[in-house]
Structure formats: structure tokens, C-alpha cells
């Protein structure tokens, strides 16, 4: 009885570790494996961190915020409008395709990239969003609500090293 319930936590404890395992390899960035008649033509190697199929093309959003699109184009579903960067997220349907533009939470200065050179900005941004827009009129001063409660204040400041640093 005791055997059989230690077997079952430990089936439990690997499954738990499976799916955590497979949620982090989501979350990275990669290359797309395709097949088929529609994977042609366009560099698929390296940087993509999703995909989107609609009827007949495919879309890939890379790491840096540009959208690889391929596949049937008659109605310029593959048309990335330009500039084809800044996008955090991708959809596609039969004959059309979306992109959500935006910058990633820490990218105070909309360069589309967190590192050191958003700090200078995000000091701006706890001083509050007037003094914020005023120096960064086409930016988000959301983006340093980093621990994502709905408040920017010192309580990200935290969470924004931990960002820059890659924790
Ligand atoms: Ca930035
Ligand atoms: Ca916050």
C-alpha cells in the first residue's frame, strides 16, 4: 500500500516536471521546422519565439519584434507592414494576418530591447508619467510596472534589475 502510494507520487512529481519542462521550452527562442509546401524562401534558422498558421501561409514573430511571413500571398497576407518591427504578438485567419504591436515590459526608451541603456528612463518613469511622456512622448510608461500590479512605483524596482540582469 505504502509502495504503491510512494510510485504514485513519484509519477505525479514527473509529470509536474514534464509539463514545467515543456512550459520553459516555450518560452525560449528557436528556429521553425516546416514541411509542406508552403516552408519556401524565407530564413527560418534562428530568433523565432512563436508561430501562426492561417489557410495557406504561416507567420513567425522573431525575437527582434519583426514577423517572418510565407505561403499564399494573393490577398498581401503576407505583407508585413512596414516598419516590420516592434510586434509582440501574431495572428493569423484564412485570408488575412495581425500583428500586436508593442514593446516588451523594461523597454522604457522603445528601442524595442531591455538593457542597461533603459534605466535613465525608467528612473523617469517613477517619477510619474508627465515628466516620463515629456521626455518619452511615443513610449509607454506602463512598461515599468514591471511586477505587473497596475502600479509603477518603487515596488518594480526590484523586478526591473532582475530583468536587466536576466533573473
Ligand atoms: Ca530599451
Ligand atoms: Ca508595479
Avoid at 519556401?40 to 523565432?48: A, E, M, N, Q, Y
Avoid at 515599468?144 to 530583468?163: H, M, P, Q, S
Wanted: a negative charge; hydrophobic letters at 45%; aromatic letters at 10%.
Amino acid at each position: 500500500m505504502r509502495r504503491g502510494f510512494v510510485r504514485l507520487l513519484c509519477e505525479c512529481v514527473l509529470v509536474v516536471l514534464l509539463a514545467v519542462g515543456a512550459a520553459w521550452g516555450q518560452s525560449g527562442h528557436g528556429s521553425v521546422v516546416g514541411w509542406g509546401q508552403q516552408v519556401v524562401g524565407v530564413d527560418l534558422s534562428k530568433g523565432c519565439v512563436a508561430m501562426a498558421g492561417g489557410w495557406f501561409h504561416s507567420l513567425a514573430p522573431k525575437a527582434d519584434g519583426s514577423i517572418v511571413a510565407w505561403g499564399r500571398n494573393d490577398l498581401h497576407q503576407c505583407d508585413v507592414p512596414i516598419p516590420n518591427e516592434n510586434f509582440v504578438g501574431v495572428a493569423a485567419g484564412e485570408w488575412f494576418s495581425v500583428g500586436l504591436k508593442g514593446y516588451p515590459y523594461g523597454d522604457m526608451n522603445c528601442d524595442a530591447a531591455v538593457n542597461g541603456f533603459d534605466i535613465d528612463a525608467f528612473v523617469v518613469a517613477l517619477l510619474g508619467p508627465d515628466e516620463y511622456y515629456s521626455q518619452y512622448p511615443d513610449c509607454d510608461h506602463t512598461n515599468a510596472d514591471i511586477n505587473r500590479d497596475g502600479v509603477v512605483n518603487g515596488f518594480d524596482i526590484d523586478a526591473f534589475v532582475e530583468l536587466l540582469i536576466g533573473g
